[in-house]
């Protein structure tokens, strides 16, 4: 009986603690709010709310909410936001998406909202980027563009004597490539000859953004962009020889594994020799490296070149109630000085004119010219699609067995069908079967 | 199940009757609304859905009923059974792990010990230890090359063994699961083990001890036949709970490496919210519905053959 | 082992000086806790990295003793994480999981016993098929019924809210059959007594069974609670901004990004064993025998 008054005057103790503790704070705002969802490292988010703030003092009235969600889960918050009708004014979405949301409806036509002289502003690649093939109109916009270079350890090439390429036209070719990774294994002080970034993990965005050039440059593609089918493409011999390439290195070693991080290249004592890495890396490389680091276009496997491009873009969702507003946070984010300050320090690509200018970086001359020169020359876009989310999908999760030592023939097989399950399962996307 | 009171006939006569069964559905109404709404809806849904190509957001192709399309697509896909060999795969392998570990420290302090409160306290810490919390810490303890459990593996081994990637080898990935999984997990069924200890009567060690018969003996003729249906139990909890995988996966692995990791909850939301497919993870939940069901049914009978 | 294994309340057989036995008996001890110790150390680590600033160093710092040790602690990680708003708000999602946990049991407590007590004492026609339902209930996992419940909340508009993540979990078969049991061991007498007084059910059940229930209360808090506590894939679900997102749904978000800040982490892993830790230490006694009782009668 002790034990149990004991126990009853316990739990209303806590009871009465918890109570206590909820002080809950609501604040209520009857401002114009409009709600921007994003993502991005922490430096990022940081910066956004920046420019939220700044934003709202120049517009009294306006409250920015920002709503974050991580990257790899991006998509599927996405949803989560349109299943309770909940979809923000305002969103930052992967390029490849956007035919995914514009058939979906969630996307409003951005020109109107946006002020002209950033739409002027726009380089090709990032109208490119922003464009719905169907109706040829302009849905999102954005600061930056990607691309993605092969980064060399300057010690380690010249120790084993490698040609260094200097322009997209004499690019590496896979015999020579792969020679280069042979030799760097052998030198000392390298673990590893080549960083493909695998640490960002087996459900990221990263894989068919970086690896699809591969397939490109081999002569193959994740669909087959005018039947949009993938059987046929997908796996294709060239596909299956690309990733059986892959997994050839993989399994000589010569890739720093998953669970190894993302930051072998540069670490102390330079474990990984080359990174296959995205623009992003240069800041990072540049700064731990100085100038050990060589900026180098990505391989010709086959009879072209291709590298990546697209980026995260901004665009205005069709629940807007405030798209006027939206369109003038967009402009407002793209033209602010910080913003842009933190992005070149990011060594962002540049998806406006002027911001080019601002960035000395892709200039003729400059460090990263050859991924300004891959933009114009071998960029391959991946493919504008409502299907998307399952293309890439399927696609990271045929990599991942093939990297790891699956068939490539069968996983690829597997891929594309599941692509086309998903295609016919949607009546081929209308009007996209072309209807 | 054991005490269940007399069931006395309703005193019709009595004109408060009424009055008091109205009440007493008041009292009951509350559990039973929400369950309807909450348990057995969804649920009904669930078998609905599944014969659908419900997307998980409105789109503009409509939704059609596909009879069994959906359960014929899964039981084709590789990827399901992918999954169901790594659930079972996982239930094999820490049902030795966690078991074990429960029982040994069961038998452990199941005996006066000073201090004996603090010693099962500890114990039992993990137990109340959040999964996601635990992914934290044993993701750091994963770590390749140069984590804990390499370092250790390293000096062990004299530098002959490892590093092994635990999380990223798909040789290892769901060995790695079962280790931390078991850590987080033993301390429940530590418990039911120190009860079913409690509950093996003293008379039967003291007949035993007066037949003269060794401690081994008595381990082995007393204390294991007594924890029979304690057996049983932690073995189908433990089964089931390997079925309904989740949170370590999505958190730690994804499923992969090589889909090594992919277990039937992940495959479900894998299906219902990446490819956003509702139709399809219903299809899926139905399925996982009626695994744990005979593995419930098959506890039952096996708890009425040992007579609880 | 088997030596220890054995429950010996009444002296053993064999014939040992009392000094012999005290010291056998600390060995015994010492062992045990060092084997506890060597269990719990994952979670010493923890509270030692939460302190470490630098989220390299904790890597680093885990493959030797260091992992143990922190030479100049600081608080900043949980500074960082901490707060009440922005994207490591952890004191809010912290705040979030104690609100949605306090409602979730305290409802739960009374509609279950309620229940329970109904099922146990009271007349209401179709008991018995009730209590059959109730224990069929029970065998369909939360993981079986998510999807379908993830639609209806959609449809609900209740996405994002404390709403979704509470009232689906308020009602559940195993906490009204552990009432039922608890209450139907109960002497009849007891309520027929009472019933001659002319007390209604909801009296009856006020005033003499619920105030008996103390240790099913206890018990069912607790499991609730955990239970509560430790959700992941449905908030992960339904929660889509920090209004409503608990504090493991927030944890979980670390693993997301390219590269772990594991101090942060660290930090809030740590903020989130607090409560339950503080809650444990205080309930102890009664933590592990709740699990006993569900473990024997389930």
Not at chain 1, 181 to 190: A, I
Not at chain 2, 38 to 63: A, E, G, H, K
Not at chain 3, 52 to 76: C, Y
């Amino acid at each position: 009986m002790e034990e149990r008054k004991l126990m009853g005057k316990r739990l209303l103790a806590t009871l009465a603690l918890t109570t206590a503790g909820f002080a809950a704070t609501a604040a209520m705002a009857e401002d114009t709010v409009v709600k921007v969802m994003h993502q991005g490292d922490p430096g990022w988010v940081e910066m956004y709310g920046k420019v939220a703030e700044r934003f709202e003092a120049a517009n009294p009235g306006v409250d920015i909410e920002l709503v974050y969600a991580p990257h790899d889960a991006y998509n599927e918050k996405f949803s989560a936001a349109v299943m309770s009708k909940d979809l923000p004014d305002v969103f930052e979405m992967d390029a490849p998406f956007l035919a995914n949301y514009v058939w979906s409806g969630y996307l409003a036509p951005i020109k109107p909202l946006i002020d002209p002289a950033v739409l002027e502003d726009m380089t090709a690649s990032n109208i490119a980027q922003g464009t719905y093939p169907i109706d040829n109109e302009l849905y999102g916009i954005g600061l930056t563009d990607s691309s993605v270079v092969l980064y060399g350890n300057r010690k380690y090439l010249e120790a084993i004597g490698a040609r260094i390429p200097t322009s997209v036209d004499d690019a590496w070719t896979r015999a020579e490539f792969e020679d280069v990774l042979e030799k760097l294994s052998k030198v000392e002080g390298v673990k590893w000859p080549i960083d493909t970034f695998r640490g960002y993990g087996i459900k990221t965005e990263w894989i068919t953004y970086a690896y699809e050039p591969i397939l490109a440059s081999f002569g193959c593609d994740l669909i087959d962009r005018t039947t949009w089918t993938s059987e046929g493409a997908l796996d294709s011999q060239p596909c299956v020889d690309a990733l059986t390439m892959m997994q050839d290195w993989a399994k000589k070693d010569w890739i720093v594994p998953m669970s190894a991080g993302t930051n072998q290249f540069f670490a102390d004592g330079n474990p990984a020799a080359l990174a296959w890495g995205g623009h992003w890396v240069y800041s990072q490389a540049a700064a731990a490296m100085g100038d050990n680091v060589v900026v180098l276009p990505l391989p010709k496997f086959g009879e072209k070149s291709a590298s990546p491009n697209g980026t995260w873009i901004w665009g205005v969702s069709t629940a807007s109630k405030h798209p006027d507003v939206a369109g003038k946070f967009i402009s407002f984010l793209l033209q602010d000085a910080d913003y842009r300050a933190y992005a070149v320090s990011q060594s962002a690509f540049p998806g406006l004119k002027s911001f080019a200018a601002q960035s000395p970086l892709y200039a003729e001359g400059g460090p990263m010219a050859i991924a300004f020169e891959q933009a114009s020359k071998s960029a391959v876009a991946r493919p504008p699609h409502p299907a998307y989310p399952t293309i890439t999908s399927a696609f990271m999760q045929a990599f991942d067995v093939i990297i790891n030592g699956g068939d490539a023939k069968t996983e690829l097989t597997k891929a594309a069908q599941k692509i086309d399950e998903d295609i016919a399962d949607n009546d081929g996307y209308p009007p996209f079967n072309g209807q | 199940m054991t005490s269940t009171p007399q069931v006395r006939k309703p005193r019709s006569g009595r004109p408060a009757a009424k009055g008091r069964v109205a009440q007493e559905l008041a009292m009951i109404a509350p559990a039973l609304i929400l369950m309807s709404l909450f348990l057995i809806l969804p649920f009904l849904l669930s078998f609905w859905t599944s014969m659908t190509n419900q997307p998980l957001v409105p789109r503009p192709t409509p939704v059609r009923f596909l009879g069994f399309g959906n359960y014929i697509r899964i039981l084709s896909d590789d990827l399901f059974w992918t999954a169901m060999w790594n659930v079972t795969r996982f239930s094999f392998w820490i049902l030795p792990v966690q078991c074990g570990l429960a029982f040994l420290t069961a038998l452990l302090l199941h005996q006066k010990l000073p201090l004996q409160n603090l010693l099962r306290g500890l114990f039992f810490l993990p137990a109340i230890t959040s999964m996601v919390v635990v992914c934290v810490i044993w993701g750091t303890l994963f770590q390749y090359p140069t984590g804990p459990f390499n370092q250790v593996l390293g000096w062990v081994s004299g530098g002959r063994l490892g590093p092994i990637d635990w999380l990223g080898d798909p040789e290892w990935a769901m060995f790695s699961l079962v280790m931390l999984s078991a850590w987080q997990a033993y301390g429940f069924q530590m418990v039911i083990y120190l009860a079913g200890l409690q509950g093996i009567p003293e008379e039967l060690y003291d007949a035993s001890r007066i037949d003269g018969a060794s401690r081994w003996r008595r381990f082995w003729h007393v204390t294991m036949p007594g924890l029979r249906p304690t057996h049983v139990f932690v073995l189908l909890i433990t089964t089931i709970q390997a079925f309904k995988l989740y949170t370590q996966v999505a958190i730690l692995t994804q499923g992969g490496p090589s889909n090594s990791t992919e277990t039937v909850v992940h495959y479900m939301v894998r299906s219902g919210f990446e490819e956003q497919k509702l139709g399809l993870a219903s299809a899926v939940s139905v399925i996982l519905f009626l695994i744990v069901l005979v593995i419930a049914l098959t506890q039952r009978q096996l708890l009425r053959r040992f007579d609880v | 082992m088997s030596d220890m294994a054995l429950s010996t309340p009444r002296p053993a057989p064999k014939r040992r000086s009392h000094g012999s036995k005290r010291t056998l008996r600390i060995v015994q001890v010492v062992c045990v806790l060092i084997i506890a110790l060597v269990m719990i150390s994952p979670l010493f680590m923890l509270l030692v990295a939460s302190l470490k600033d630098d989220r390299f160093q904790i890597l680093a710092d885990m493959g030797s003793f260091k992992a143990f040790w922190v030479s100049d602690p600081t608080l900043n990680n949980f500074v960082e994480v901490g707060g009440m708003s922005g994207d490591l708000a952890f004191g809010r999602y912290l705040m979030n999981s104690l609100i949605i946990l306090f409602v979730t049991v305290s409802s739960g407590l009374v509609i279950n016993s309620m229940a329970g007590f109904v099922l146990a004492w009271g007349r209401v026609p179709g008991k018995v098929v009730i209590l059959a339902l109730v224990i069929a209930l029970y065998v369909i996992p939360q993981e079986s019924i998510i999807m379908p419940l993830l639609i209806m909340v959609s449809r609900a508009g209740m996405t994002d809210t404390f709403t979704a993540q509470i009232l689906p979990w308020v009602a559940s078969p195993l906490y009204i059959f552990l009432f039922y049991q608890f209450f139907a061991q109960l002497p009849k007498e007891l309520y027929e007594a009472a019933e001659m007084d002319g007390a209604s059910p909801f009296r009856i059940y006020r005033s003499i069974f619920m105030p008996l229930s103390l240790p099913a209360m206890a018990t069912t808090s607790i499991l609730m609670g955990i239970e509560s506590w430790n959700q992941y894939l449905w908030p992960v679900l339904v929660t889509q901004t920090a209004y409503a997102r608990p504090i493991a749904v927030a944890i979980g978000t670390f693993f997301g990004q390219d590269s772990i800040f594991w101090d942060r982490a660290m930090a809030a892993s740590v903020l989130m064993m607090l409560p339950i830790l503080a809650f444990y230490i205080v309930f102890q006694r009664w933590f592990v025998s709740s699990f006993i009782g569900t473990a024997v009668k389930g």
